[in-house]
C-alpha cells in the first residue's frame, strides 16, 4: 500500500470518529475534542497529496496581486468601524454587531477571493497544463478550495485585535468570541465552496464574483425571508437559509446541528466542483 | 509508445477528427503536419488526457488514454499550442511547482529543475518574472517544464510559433537533440521543421489521415512531370503500361493545344527517364518537356490537402 493510500484510511478514519464524537455526545469537551479530530483528518488524508502544493500556489498568487491588501484594508476598515460604533453607543464590551458585520462583509469578499481560482486558469489556458499533468481533479479542487480558505483565516486574524482591546478595556466573554469565529469560519468555509464551484463555470471573473455573489446573497435572504413566514413552509425556508445557523454563533453557542449544516453545504459543493472540474474530460 | 485505433471525436455533429490511426515508435521524431483546423491540436488534447475522444481508443506509453489517465500524464510531456504559463511566478518557482505536481522526488527536484533549465537555455532568467519574459524565453519555460520528470513521450503543439529565425533554429536544435531519449510527436504548419528534425510525418487534413511517410521514402520517391504532343487519353494509357509508374495525373500548364502534360508518381528509387523517352520515338509523339525531381513535403502537403478544398471553390467564384 502506498504512503498515499495509507494516508486517505487514516484520514478518513479520525474524521468519521470526529463526526460520530460531535453528532452522539452531548458533552462539550468530547464535541470539541471530535472537532480538534475531524480536522485533524482532513490534514492527514490531505498531507501526501498534491492539494497542499497547489494550496500554496494559491494563497501566495493571492499576495502577488493588490487584490489582498486592498480586500484587508476594506474588510479590517469598515469592521473597526461597526465595532467601535458598537461599543460607543452600548457601553459595554459586547461583539455581537461586530461578528453579525464580520458575516455580512463576508458575503461580499468571499466572492472576490474564489473569482479567479479556477476561472482565470482557464482564461490563461493554464487548466490545460494543470489537467495534464499526472493529479487528480478532486486534489486540484481541494487545493483550490484549501489555499482559498487559508486567504480568508488570514484576512480574519488582524481582527483578533479586537479581542484584544476588549480583554484590556473590560470582561468580554470569550466564550462567545470563540464561539463566534468558529462560526465566521464555518460560513466562510461555504462560501468559498460556493464560490470555487462558479468559478469552475466560466473563463470570466467579473462574472463569477457576480453569479457567486447574487447566490450567496440569495442563501441569506432567503433565510430572513423563512422567518416571517408561517408553518411548516417557513421553518423549511428559515432552515434553507444561511443566516439562521449563523446567529447562535454569535450568541455564543456552538449547535452541532449549525455545524453540520455547513460543513455539508461546503462538502456538497465540493463534490459538485470536482464533478465539474472532471466535466471538462467527458464534453 | 503511441498506438491510435479510430480515433473520432465530434464538436456537436462536426468530426473535428475523424477515424484516425496511427502508430508512434520508441526514439522516433514525429511531425504531425496539417493546415489550420486540421484537427491536430485536438488528437493532441485526447492523447494528453485533456479531453476525450468520442470514439475509438489510444495507449499511450503502453497505457490507456481512458482508464490509465494518471499513468499517461506522468509518462509524457505536453507543451500545449501558446504555452500557457502563470505571469505573475518566478520561472525557478513556477519549475518547482510543476516538478511538486509531477512526482519529482524531494531530493532530485533541485537537480532536476537546474538540468531542465539549462538544457533549454533558460538557466539565464530562472529568477525572472514569467511575466517580463519574452515570446522565446516563455517557450523555453514551456519546454523546461516538459522535461522536468523525464517522460518518456514529448507532445509538443506548435513548439516554434512566435518565435524569431534564430529561436526557431535554436528550439529545433534543441528538439533534435531531446529525440535522442524521448519519443517526440510534434505538430506544425511550417515544413521546414519538420524537414530539418522529424524522421517521419503525418499529414492531417479535415480529420483525417491524408498522407504517412518517413523522410527517407519521401526523398526516395521521384515524380516526373511530361509534356509531349500526343492526345491526352493515349498518352495516359501508354504511361501507366511502364514499369514503375504508380499513378498519372492531369496537370495545368500545358504550352501548346495539341499537347498533353501529365505527371507521374515513380516507385520509390525509379528512373523511368532512358523509358520515357525510347516509348516516345517509338509512338512518334514529339516529347517536349521531361523533368524528374524527388518529391518534396511541400509536394506532399499541398496535394493531400489541397484537393478536398475544390468543391468549394466554384462556390467562391460564384459569390
Same mark, same amino acid.
Given at each position: 500500500?502506498?504512503?498515499?493510500?495509507?494516508?486517505?484510511?487514516?484520514g478518513a478514519?479520525?474524521?468519521?470518529?470526529?463526526l460520530? @464524537?460531535v453528532?452522539a455526545f452531548?458533552?462539550?469537551?468530547l464535541?470539541?475534542? #471530535?472537532?480538534?479530530? %475531524?480536522?485533524?483528518?482532513?490534514?492527514a #488524508?490531505?498531507?501526501?497529496?498534491h492539494?497542499?502544493?497547489?494550496?500554496?500556489?494559491?494563497?501566495?498568487?493571492?499576495f502577488y496581486s493588490?487584490?489582498a491588501?486592498?480586500? *484587508?484594508?476594506a474588510y479590517?476598515?469598515?469592521?473597526?468601524?461597526?465595532f467601535?460604533?458598537?461599543?460607543?453607543a452600548?457601553g459595554?464590551a459586547?461583539?455581537?454587531?461586530?461578528f453579525g458585520?464580520m458575516m455580512?462583509?463576508s458575503?461580499?469578499?468571499?466572492p472576490?477571493i474564489t *473569482?479567479? @481560482?479556477?476561472?482565470e &486558469?482557464?482564461?490563461?489556458?493554464t487548466?490545460?497544463?494543470m489537467?495534464?499533468a499526472?493529479?487528480t =481533479? %478532486? &486534489?486540484?479542487t481541494?487545493?483550490?478550495f484549501? #489555499?482559498?480558505?487559508?486567504f480568508y483565516?488570514?484576512?480574519?486574524?488582524?481582527?483578533?485585535?479586537f479581542v484584544l482591546?476588549?480583554s @484590556?478595556?473590560?470582561?468580554? =466573554?470569550?466564550? !462567545?468570541i470563540i464561539?463566534?469565529y468558529?462560526g465566521?469560519?464555518?460560513f466562510?468555509? *461555504?462560501l468559498?465552496?460556493?464560490?470555487?464551484l462558479?468559478?469552475?463555470f466560466?473563463?470570466?471573473?467579473?462574472?463569477?464574483?457576480f453569479v457567486s455573489?447574487v447566490?450567496?446573497?440569495?442563501?441569506?435572504?432567503?433565510g430572513? *425571508?423563512?422567518?416571517?413566514a408561517?408553518?411548516i413552509?417557513?421553518?423549511?425556508i428559515?432552515?434553507?437559509g444561511a443566516?439562521t445557523?449563523?446567529?447562535d454563533?454569535t450568541?455564543g453557542?456552538?449547535?452541532?446541528q449549525h455545524v453540520?449544516y455547513?460543513?455539508?453545504?461546503c462538502v456538497f459543493?465540493?463534490?459538485l !466542483?470536482?464533478r465539474?472540474?472532471?466535466?471538462?474530460?467527458?464534453r | 509508445m503511441? $498506438?491510435?485505433?479510430?480515433?473520432?471525436?465530434m464538436?456537436?455533429?462536426?468530426p473535428?477528427?475523424n477515424?484516425?490511426?496511427? +502508430?508512434?515508435?520508441?526514439?522516433?521524431?514525429?511531425?504531425?503536419?496539417?493546415?489550420?483546423?486540421?484537427?491536430k491540436?485536438?488528437?493532441m488534447?485526447i492523447?494528453?488526457?485533456?479531453?476525450?475522444?468520442?470514439?475509438?481508443?489510444?495507449t499511450v506509453?503502453?497505457y490507456?488514454?481512458f482508464?490509465?489517465?494518471?499513468q499517461?500524464?506522468?509518462?509524457i510531456?505536453?507543451?500545449? +499550442?501558446n504555452?500557457?504559463?502563470?505571469?505573475?511566478?518566478r520561472?525557478a518557482?513556477?519549475?518547482?511547482?510543476?516538478?511538486k505536481?509531477?512526482n519529482v522526488p524531494?531530493? /532530485?527536484?533541485?537537480?532536476r529543475i537546474?538540468?531542465a533549465?539549462e538544457r533549454c537555455?533558460? /538557466?539565464?532568467?530562472?529568477?525572472?518574472?514569467?511575466g517580463?519574459?519574452?515570446?522565446?524565453?516563455?517557450?523555453?519555460?514551456?519546454?523546461a517544464d516538459?522535461?522536468?520528470?523525464?517522460p518518456?513521450?514529448?507532445i509538443l /503543439?506548435?513548439?516554434?510559433?512566435?518565435?524569431?529565425?534564430?529561436?526557431?533554429?535554436?528550439?529545433?536544435?534543441l528538439?533534435? /537533440?531531446?529525440?535522442?531519449?524521448?519519443m517526440v510527436?510534434?505538430?506544425t504548419?511550417?515544413?521546414?521543421?519538420?524537414?530539418?528534425?522529424?524522421?517521419?510525418?503525418?499529414i492531417?487534413?479535415q480529420?483525417r489521415?491524408?498522407?504517412e511517410m518517413s523522410?527517407?521514402?519521401?526523398?526516395?520517391?521521384p515524380?516526373?512531370?511530361?509534356e509531349?504532343?500526343?492526345?491526352e487519353g493515349?498518352?495516359?494509357?501508354?504511361?501507366?503500361?511502364?514499369d514503375?509508374?504508380?499513378?498519372v495525373k492531369?496537370?495545368p500548364?500545358?504550352q501548346?493545344? +495539341? $499537347?498533353?502534360?501529365l505527371?507521374?508518381?515513380?516507385?520509390?528509387d525509379?528512373?523511368?527517364?532512358?523509358?520515357? $523517352?525510347?516509348?516516345?520515338s517509338?509512338?512518334?509523339?514529339?516529347?517536349l518537356?521531361?523533368r524528374?525531381?524527388a518529391l518534396?513535403?511541400?509536394?506532399?502537403?499541398?496535394?493531400?490537402?489541397?484537393?478536398?478544398?475544390a468543391?468549394?471553390?466554384?462556390?467562391?467564384?460564384?459569390?
Open positions: 500500500m502506498s504512503k498515499q493510500s495509507l494516508f486517505y484510511i487514516i478514519a479520525l474524521c468519521i470518529a470526529g460520530v @464524537l453528532l452531548t458533552s462539550a469537551g464535541n470539541i475534542i #471530535g472537532g480538534v479530530l %475531524f480536522l485533524l483528518g482532513c490534514v #488524508g490531505l498531507m501526501f497529496t492539494a497542499p502544493t497547489i494550496a500554496r500556489r494559491e494563497l501566495g498568487g493571492f493588490p487584490i491588501y486592498i480586500l *484587508m484594508a479590517l476598515g469598515v469592521i473597526a468601524f461597526i467601535c460604533a458598537g461599543i460607543q452600548s459595554r459586547q461583539t455581537e454587531q461586530t458585520i455580512f462583509l458575503l461580499f469578499i468571499c472576490v *473569482m479567479r @481560482l479556477l476561472a &486558469e482557464a482564461r490563461l489556458g487548466l490545460e497544463t489537467t495534464t499526472p493529479i =481533479d %478532486f &486534489e486540484l481541494i487545493g483550490k484549501v #489555499g482559498a480558505f487559508l483565516l488570514i484576512l480574519n486574524i488582524p481582527t483578533l485585535v482591546v476588549l @484590556l478595556a473590560g470582561k468580554p =466573554d470569550y466564550g !462567545t464561539a463566534s468558529v465566521i469560519v464555518l466562510g468555509a *461555504m468559498i465552496s460556493v464560490g470555487l462558479v468559478s469552475a466560466t473563463k470570466n471573473q467579473v462574472i463569477s464574483a455573489f447566490a450567496t446573497f440569495l442563501l441569506y435572504l432567503v430572513i *425571508m423563512g422567518r416571517n408561517p408553518g413552509p417557513g421553518k423549511v428559515s432552515y434553507i443566516a445557523h449563523y446567529m454563533f450568541r453557542m456552538i449547535m452541532s453540520l455547513y460543513i455539508t453545504l459543493f465540493l463534490f !466542483t470536482v465539474t472540474v472532471e466535466s471538462h474530460r467527458w | 503511441i $498506438s491510435v485505433k479510430n480515433l473520432t471525436k464538436y456537436g455533429d462536426f473535428a477528427v477515424d484516425i490511426s496511427f +502508430e508512434v515508435g520508441e526514439g522516433e521524431i514525429v511531425g504531425f503536419l496539417g493546415p489550420n483546423g486540421a484537427g491540436t485536438t488528437t488534447r492523447l494528453t488526457c485533456f479531453i476525450p475522444a468520442t470514439e475509438g481508443t489510444a506509453a503502453g490507456d488514454i482508464t490509465q489517465s494518471l499517461v500524464r506522468q509518462n510531456g505536453y507543451l500545449p +499550442e504555452n500557457p504559463l502563470y505571469p505573475e511566478m520561472v518557482e513556477y519549475l518547482n511547482f510543476r516538478a505536481l509531477k524531494r531530493g /532530485d527536484r533541485k537537480a537546474g538540468e533549465l537555455g533558460a /538557466d539565464a532568467f530562472a529568477h525572472q518574472v514569467i517580463t519574459l519574452s515570446k522565446g524565453q516563455r517557450q523555453r519555460v514551456g519546454l516538459c522535461l522536468l520528470h523525464n518518456r513521450i514529448l /503543439d506548435e513548439p516554434t510559433i512566435g518565435l524569431d529565425p534564430n529561436q526557431i533554429r535554436h528550439v529545433r536544435a528538439i533534435k /537533440d531531446l529525440g535522442k531519449q524521448h510527436l510534434l505538430s504548419h511550417i515544413l521546414p521543421e519538420v524537414e530539418s528534425v522529424c524522421e517521419r510525418f503525418i492531417i487534413n480529420g489521415i491524408a498522407a523522410m527517407k521514402d519521401l526523398q526516395r520517391s515524380y516526373i512531370e511530361i509531349a504532343a500526343a492526345p493515349d498518352l495516359r494509357v501508354a504511361l501507366q503500361q511502364l514503375g509508374v504508380v499513378g492531369r496537370t500548364g500545358a501548346h493545344r +495539341e $499537347s498533353a502534360r505527371t507521374l508518381e515513380l516507385k520509390p525509379a528512373d523511368l527517364r532512358a523509358d520515357i $523517352s525510347a516509348l516516345m517509338q509512338k512518334q509523339w514529339p516529347l518537356e521531361l524528374q525531381r518534396t513535403l511541400e509536394d506532399v502537403f499541398v496535394r493531400t490537402t489541397i484537393q478536398n478544398e468543391p468549394n471553390a466554384p462556390a467562391k467564384e460564384v459569390a
